[in-house]
């Protein structure tokens, strides 16, 4: 085909008229191989398929007997090939049957979840961890160990005769010694691992319907049931007896416990009239922290104030 050269102006018009022509001869030729690759590939596959696969002849058939084959068997199969489920006891490491994982489905201490996550542990797991651990990280170079530990008694200074083969000094502050310090790294941070809500009722003694509210009432703002607890020691101020239930508790962990917080925090201590906050002596330096609420903020919960508005 010989080719004209078009001026610029009358070029367009020249592409118009002859794009459907092109076109069509393309898909022509376009389709013809296609048809004709098709030809050549339905040649090299086999026409029968592959689905069709003979069965079992007569004789195997004939042959097939596993009641024969268990008497055959002259010792037994083990156990461990139909252990579907983990052992019930451990029985130490050398023992062949071995419990899964707690992760695992099939482990008897699985647990499902977690299903949500708490905004208040994304703000722990992006604020509140880097800032701890820079705060009490201590980097020692490779290669080197850390000092030797002080003492954690005192000694008497010697000026009486009669310190003499005493016993070390007691802890400033009281008869206990703190909890030794670890050295903090990535992998304990320290973390909000359990709250533990507990409400103490000394007319329980003379009016037992007083713990089932607060049972009641603890169901409703930690989505946990209560257990009753038992006085220890007989009180005579409080009219109760050793063994006689005094008061109802809860422990908390996950999600539960994440959201109780956030309640506390966010919703609860705000509407407090006058509220100075949590003391910062309440801790024991020991990682545990306690604050109490009267029976006129456990009103400003959601789960209890709804009940005044019905």
């Not at 055959?72 to 052992?87: A, G, H, M």
């Not at 707690?102 to 509140?128: C, K």
């Amino acid at each position: 085909m010989a080719c004209k050269r078009v001026h610029p102006v009358f070029q367009s018009t020249a592409v118009r008229r002859r794009s459907y022509r092109q076109v069509q001869c393309q898909y022509s030729s376009r389709k013809a191989s296609t048809f004709n690759g098709m030809t050549e590939l339905s040649e090299d596959v086999d026409p029968s398929s592959s689905m069709q696969i003979p069965g079992p002849s007569e004789e195997h058939l004939a042959s097939f007997d596993p009641i024969a084959r268990s008497r055959r068997r002259k010792t037994p199969l083990p156990s461990s090939r139909y252990q579907f489920r983990p052992p019930k006891y451990y029985r130490g490491p050398l023992h062949p049957h071995q419990p899964p994982p707690p992760t695992a489905p099939e482990s008897r201490q699985y647990i499902p979840g977690p299903f949500s996550l708490p905004r208040l542990q994304q703000t722990y797991h992006t604020t509140l961890a880097p800032d701890l651990l820079t705060l009490l990280y201590t980097h020692h170079p490779p290669g080197t160990l850390p000092g030797p530990s002080p003492p954690r008694l005192r000694s008497w200074d010697g000026s009486s005769p009669y310190h003499k083969n005493r016993p070390l000094r007691p802890p400033r502050g009281g008869p206990t010694l703190p909890l030794l310090r670890r050295p903090i790294t990535f992998r304990n941070v320290p973390r909000l691992s359990k709250i533990h809500v507990h409400s103490f009722l000394p007319e329980a003694g003379t009016d037992p319907a007083r713990l089932q509210v607060a049972g009641m009432i603890m169901q409703a703002i930690t989505n946990v049931r209560a257990t009753v607890f038992r006085a220890k020691h007989s009180i005579a101020n409080f009219n109760l007896r050793e063994g006689s239930p005094c008061s109802v508790g809860v422990e908390l962990r996950g999600e539960d416990m994440y959201g109780f917080l956030a309640k506390v925090t966010e919703v609860v201590m705000p509407r407090i009239k006058d509220y100075k906050g949590v003391s910062g002596k309440s801790g024991d330096s020991s990682g545990n922290i306690a604050w109490g609420f009267g029976p006129d903020t456990v009103g400003t919960f959601p789960e209890v104030e709804i009940n005044y508005d019905a």
